[in-house]
């Protein structure tokens, strides 16, 4: 059954409402993508709702060309709106190769999409699948870019579940610290992150070398620092 809903990777300037930001949630069971106020949490209404095309939405993320890109698990596609929540078109899906897709992020204008099939594909463009940025074996949930080209990936490959770092150049680097089925990646302020971790019913905070602390949190799926100081997190209960 579907239920649960994850975080969108970064907050987006929605022009509908003069000078203001929002956060996006993807909802699954309704499929629907909801705006969050980025300073208190509170639920702004739907910026998608009715697409026909969603059946399992868990990743929404605005591109650098402004749009927003919605990941959708089980559709294996990814779906791109405009800022008003309209449909433009289908940027990738099953006929580019995409299975059980996940977490999405861009770097240098290009999308990359992880994947329960054990990969991190690279796009250039609609449908233009390039080489994987990572196919080590690796179980990818998400993926976060460093401002240096780097990235944090959460591999819940089964007993080696752990967060770990990435060169530019998709080679692995380090292993951070283990987590049991971590998913969202996101930043917790200068140097530091956070990730949600489903089975280990917890959210991390950690740097670039360690785990910080941690804090109890049943089934974590997303996770994102609000402007309060508090932290907004979703889960499947």
């Known amino acids: 059954m579907k239920n649960f809903v994850l975080l969108l990777s ?39 709702s009715g697409y026909a095309g969603f059946n399992t939405p868990v990743n929404a993320a605005q591109g650098p060309d402004g749009n927003i890109y919605v990941s959708d698990q089980v559709a294996d596609s990814i779906f791109v709106f405009d800022t008003s929540g309209t449909y433009l078109y289908t940027y990738a899906d099953a006929t580019d190769g ?5 977490g999405i992020d861009f770097r240098s204008g290009n999308v990359y999409v992880t994947s329960g099939d054990a990969y991190v594909a690279t796009f250039t463009g609609p449908h233009t ?10 179980d990818p949930f ?4 460093l401002s240096d080209g780097r990235a944090l990936l959460a591999d819940i490959a089964g ?17 951070i610290f283990s987590i049991s089925f971590p998913e969202q ?28 602390s941690q804090v109890s949190f049943s089934s974590g799926r997303g996770v994102h620092a609000l402007g309060n100081g508090n932290v907004i997190a979703t889960n499947n209960l």
């Open 10 to 48: 970064a907050i987006l300037m929605f022009p509908a409402v003069l000078s203001a930001q929002v956060l996006l949630i993807p909802e699954s069971t309704l499929d629907t993508v909801g705006m969050y106020d980025p300073y208190d949490g509170i639920y702004l209404g739907d910026l998608i």
């Open 98 to 102: 995409l299975n059980n897709i996940r």
């Open 129 to 138: 699948r390039g080489t994987d940025f990572i196919n080590d074996g690796s």
């Open 142 to 145: 998400d993926i976060y870019f």
């Open 159 to 175: 007993s080696t579940d752990n967060i770990r770092i990435y060169n530019a150049d998709g080679s692995f680097a380090n292993q």
């Open 185 to 212: 990646i996101q930043s917790f302020g200068t140097g530091t992150y956070i990730t949600a971790g489903f089975s280990a019913n917890a959210l991390a905070i950690f740097d670039l070398t360690t785990m910080i």
